[in-house]
C-alpha cells in the first residue's frame, strides 16, 4: 500500500463546488467556486446548485491539479462526498469521480459529508486526540458528538428542527439581508448590543431546537415595525448581535453540560457556523475558564471544501475502504457509529 498516495477530492454536497488534492496527508491545493445564483432566492434553489456544480467541477479540478503541481495521471485515488446533501448536487460529483476513477483505474472512495467537517480537524496541526466533543453546527446540521475514532461517533444530541445555520439564513431573510446571511449577521452583530432578549431555545438532553426562535423574531419584527416603520434600518446590528447572543448561548450550554456529564475536555467545533465569531469567542472563554483543550478550525475549513473530504479519505485510503462502482449518492445518509 503506498503510504503517501495523491489523492482527488471532490466536494458538491450543496452549492459549493469544490476540489482538493492530497500528497499522504499532506494538503497541495483546496479550491471552492461559490454559487452566487442562490443569493436572490433567500436560500439554495436544488435544480440550480446542480446546474453551476457541472458548470464548475472541471475548471476547479483542474485548477486544483495546477495548484498541486500534479498531473491527472499521477492521482492514485479519487474521493467524493456521497452524502448527505442535496441529490442533484451529489449526484454531478458522484458520476465526475466514478468517470475518472474509471478512466484511469483507480480506487474510488466515498466520504460522508458530516464526518468530513469533524474530520477537518486532522487537516493540520494541531490534532485532538480521541476522544473529543464535537459540535458539528452547518446549514443543514446541528450535532453534538463524542467522536471515539476516526469512523466511530456517537451522536448525544441534533435539532429537532431548523439547524443552527438555517436559523441565521432564515433570520437573516427576515432583516433583508441577503443568503447565506450566516456571515452578514456575524459582521453586523460586532457593531451591535445584545439590546433584545429573545427566547433562548432550551430543551432537555442534547436537542437542540430553533424553530421556535425564528419565529419569535418574526413577530418582534412584525410588532416593532408597527411602531417604527424603518425599525430594522435603525437597529440592525442590535437585533443580529441579540440573535447571535441567544443561538450560540443555546450552543455552549450544551457543550458544557456534555463536558460536564462525559468528562470529556476536548472540545471542538466544525462546520460553517463554526467560522461564527461570537462562538468562536464564546468558545474561547470557557476555554481559559474550564481548562479546556479546544480546537477550533481554520475559517478556510469550517464552511463547505474539499479539504476535509481528501483528509478523510487518506484515512480511508490506508484501510483500503474502497467503494465500488456501483455506488449511488445518498442523500440523507448518517453519521458512522
Ligand atoms: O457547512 P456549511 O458550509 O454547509 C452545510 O453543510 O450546510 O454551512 C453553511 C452554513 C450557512 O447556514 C451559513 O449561513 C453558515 O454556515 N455560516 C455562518 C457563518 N459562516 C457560515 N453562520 C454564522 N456565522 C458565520 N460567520
Ligand atoms: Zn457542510
Known amino acids: 500500500m503506498n503510504q503517501s498516495p495523491y489523492i482527488l477530492a471532490i466536494e458538491s454536497s450543496c452549492d459549493d463546488t469544490g476540489a482538493a488534492i492530497f500528497h499522504g496527508s499532506q494538503l497541495l491545493s483546496n479550491l471552492t467556486a461559490n454559487q452566487k445564483v442562490h443569493e436572490q432566492y433567500g436560500g439554495v434553489v436544488p435544480e440550480l446548485a446542480s446546474r453551476k ?12 491539479l495546477a495548484q498541486a503541481g500534479i498531473d491527472v495521471t499521477q492521482l492514485d485515488a479519487i474521493a467524493f462526498t456521497v452524502g448527505p446533501g442535496l441529490l442533484g448536487s451529489l449526484l454531478v460529483g458522484c458520476s465526475f469521480a466514478k468517470t475518472l476513477a474509471m478512466s484511469l483505474d483507480i480506487p474510488l472512495i466515498t466520504v460522508n459529508h ?45 435539532t429537532r428542527d431548523d439547524a443552527a445555520g438555517e436559523a441565521f439564513d432564515k433570520i437573516g431573510k427576515y432583516l433583508g439581508l441577503s443568503y447565506p446571511a450566516g456571515p452578514i449577521i456575524d459582521k453586523l452583530a460586532k457593531e451591535g448590543k445584545p439590546k433584545y432578549k429573545f427566547p433562548k431555545p432550551n430543551l432537555k438532553g442534547y436537542e437542540f431546537s430553533y424553530s421556535g426562535l425564528k419565529t419569535a423574531v418574526l413577530y418582534f419584527l412584525r410588532d416593532q415595525k408597527k411602531l417604527n416603520p424603518d425599525f430594522i434600518q435603525d437597529n440592525l446590528s ?15 450550554d450544551k457543550v458544557i453540560k456534555a463536558s460536564n456529564e462525559y468528562g470529556i475536555n476536548r472540545i471542538t467545533i466544525a462546520g460553517g457556523v463554526s467560522a461564527n465569531s461570537g462562538l468562536r469567542k464564546a468558545l474561547e472563554n470557557h476555554t481559559d475558564e474550564k481548562e479546556w483543550d479546544t480546537y477550533i478550525p481554520k475559517i478556510d475549513y469550517c464552511t463547505d471544501n474539499a479539504a476535509m473530504i481528501g483528509i478523510a479519505a487518506y484515512y480511508k485510503y490506508l484501510k483500503e475502504d474502497f467503494a465500488t462502482l456501483d455506488i449511488t449518492p445518498q442523500p440523507r445518509l448518517k453519521l458512522a457509529t
Open 53 to 64: 456544480h457541472e458548470e464548475h467541477i472541471i475548471p476547479v479540478v483542474d485548477q486544483a
Open 114 to 158: 458530516m464526518e468530513a467537517h469533524i474530520m477537518a480537524h486532522f487537516i493540520e496541526d494541531p490534532k485532538p486526540q480521541f476522544p473529543f466533543l464535537c459540535l458539528t453546527v452547518s446549514g443543514g446540521h446541528t450535532q453534538l458528538i463524542i467522536v471515539h475514532d476516526f469512523h466511530e461517533m456517537e451522536i448525544l444530541g441534533e
Open 238 to 252: 442590535d437585533v443580529c448581535c441579540s440573535v447571535q447572543s441567544v443561538i450560540v448561548q443555546s450552543l455552549m
